[in-house]
DNA sequence: CTTGACCCTTACAGCACTGTAAGGGTTTAG
DNA sequence: CTAAACCCTTACAGTGCTGTAAGGGTCAAG
């Protein structure tokens, strides 16, 4: 399966798929003329890499943690220590949270103190 | 007050105030030798800056906002206008924390799969 | 006068993607 | 064979700050 394909069938751009190779994420064959080739079985990868990518993860971080969930098998060894990339994941999510909920606050007073006029 | 003052002042780098001025928020007078010379008030309105920023608000958004901050009296006029960019800002922020909250659970999901291996 | 502390401008680096463009091969259908 | 449709690499742009460095004036104290 050529780029083209891979983008279309994934809702990933070309751009995209190449940066994901770049970063280590996938390492498709190539043909004799350059073409990359992936296998059929990469369609999943990048979904798992969407997944992962839209739990927040940098692409540095997905790359941890892919090896996790890539094969048939969802989980095997090097897990134990990815369970701690996962809680650092989890507790850099709930900082920004609260980062956040801190501005809705300071946002909530501004409205209010300008409605009451 | 010269620049290096005022950024003692106020916690706020040399950088970050000329920055400010670039962006509009900040208009200090120049001394003969080019210096910029800050009126003591400048050091609230750093402060509301340091405010605003912290409310998630970029500093275009706080360059609208800035004009209804500034001065003694708290609100006046372009306030109705305002009114918009806050609410605006209030959905921004909203729509970030609803993003990061389905992050959180994508993880708690994944952590789930891997304790219980 | 000299030195150290300050100030000025311009501009590049870095983060984490994402798009786009330039310049140039490959493949495939007509 | 030719042209459209694809693919390749390299690299710059843009977002929104923030630091740092280079190259060069200014000011105050000794």
Do not use: W
Request: hydrophobic share 35%; glycine share 6%; aromatic share 6%.
């Amino acid at each position: 399966m050529k780029i083209g394909e891979l983008a279309k069938r994934t809702g990933v751009s070309i751009r995209m798929l190449r940066y994901y190779e770049e970063a280590g994420l996938l390492k498709p064959k190539r043909s004799a003329s350059g073409y990359r080739d992936y296998v059929p079985n990469e369609v999943r990868t990048v979904e798992r890499i969407k997944l992962l990518g839209s739990a927040g993860m940098t692409l540095a971080t997905i790359q941890q943690f892919l090896p996790c969930v890539r094969g048939e098998e969802p989980v095997f060894e090097p897990c134990d220590e990815l369970r701690n990339v996962l809680h650092e994941q989890i507790r850099l999510t709930d900082q920004k949270a609260a980062k956040l909920a801190q501005s809705r606050a300071i946002l909530e007073r501004f409205l209010c103190d300008i409605e009451r006029r």
